[in-house]
């Protein structure tokens, strides 16, 4: 079963470990103007993009044993897994940031 979150007919998936880009922006309509900013990207991909190779028990929630005996609960979410481009034309990058 896929995760993340269907809307309007796209499934989008956060990523808190993608490489952010500074950009030099001008933005007409603000106080802002050749400004480097930091953006972030946004990675779309389309049918048979990317291939996914599953190796081990496939994905699980693994407990940590280091919890002050019980009194906290720590868990990892573990998956061995490679990933490969199969199609780039049906990959498109666009970078998303605030002003």
């Known amino acids: 079963m896929p995760t993340g979150f269907l809307f309007e007919g796209v499934r989008w998936f956060e990523s808190t470990n993608l490489a952010e880009k500074s950009l030099q922006v001008t ?12 953006a972030a990207p946004m990675i779309f991909f389309g049918p048979q993009a990317v291939g996914v190779g599953i ?12 919890d ?7 868990m990892i979410w573990s ?5 490969e481009v199969l199609n780039r034309d049906f990959i498109t990058v666009a970078y998303s940031f605030v002003y």
Not at 55 to 66: D, E, K, S
Request: proline content about 0%; charged content about 10%; cysteine-free.
């Open 68 to 74: 002050d005996f019980s009194r906290f609960i720590i």
């Open 27 to 38: 933005v007409s309509d603000a106080s802002i103007s050749n400004a480097v900013t930091t």
């Open 55 to 66: 190796g081990g028990n496939n994905a699980q929630i693994l407990l940590n044993n280091n």
């Open 79 to 83: 998956l061995f897994a490679g990933f």
